[in-house]
């Protein structure tokens, strides 16, 4: 198995992740349902996301965090979304690749996972009607 070296690459990554995130049943709701995510626009913004980690491309402009902020006040990003979120990553690159970039694409999506979480703890959640408990299959 060889090593993430082109955007294709990138891409082809992405559409695994996401065509399996998409049809999750921890984490797929968000995307669906809460986001209604229109995955044809969302694709070459995520692979240039990680053509700039991983291949120096410089094509990301940045500002990651805040639809994560948005979705955040639709429905609480938990712990065990990010978990989920992390777990179909890793599968997905080591399914795909393997090489010093494939471990950057596992070891930096765990640090920019766990520093949005930490940041979504600051973000305010609008305060629901009292009593009223939200639940989400
Ligand atoms: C090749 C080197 C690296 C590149 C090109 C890179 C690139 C990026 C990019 C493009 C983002 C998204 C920023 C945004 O959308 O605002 C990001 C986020 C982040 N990176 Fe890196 N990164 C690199 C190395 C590292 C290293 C070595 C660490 C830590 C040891 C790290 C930790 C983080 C964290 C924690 C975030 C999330 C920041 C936040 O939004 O709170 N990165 N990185
Ligand atoms: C519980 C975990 C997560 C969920 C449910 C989630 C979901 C989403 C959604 C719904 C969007 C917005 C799409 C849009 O409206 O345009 C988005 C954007 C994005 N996500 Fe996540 N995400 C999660 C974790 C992460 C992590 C850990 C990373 C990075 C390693 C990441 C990277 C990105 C990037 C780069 C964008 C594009 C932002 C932009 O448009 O520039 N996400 N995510």
């Given at each position: 198995?060889?090593?993430i070296e082109t955007r294709a690459?990138?891409?082809?990554?992405?559409?695994?992740?996401?065509?399996?995130?998409?049809?999750?049943p921890v984490i797929g709701f968000l995307f669906t349902d809460v986001a209604r995510l229109d995955l044809e626009a969302h694709v070459p913004?995520?692979?240039?996301?990680?053509?700039?980690?991983l291949l120096g491309a410089q094509s990301y402009g940045g500002g990651a965090f805040r639809p994560h902020a948005a979705?955040?006040?639709?429905?609480?990003l938990r712990r065990a979304h990010f978990e989920q979120w992390?777990?179909?990553w890793v599968t997905a690159v080591d399914?795909?690749?393997a090489g010093e970039r494939a471990e950057l694409a596992k070891a930096h999506a765990r640090r920019v996972a766990a520093a949005f979480h930490a940041r979504l703890a600051s973000v305010e959640r609008p305060a629901g009607p009292p009593g009223l408990t939200i639940t989400q299959h």
């Open positions: 198995m060889r090593d690459d990138c891409e082809r990554l992405v559409r695994l992740f996401y065509g399996r995130a998409l049809e999750d913004r995520i692979t240039s996301f990680w053509e700039t980690i979705l955040h006040m639709k429905a609480p992390l777990r179909l399914e795909l690749f």
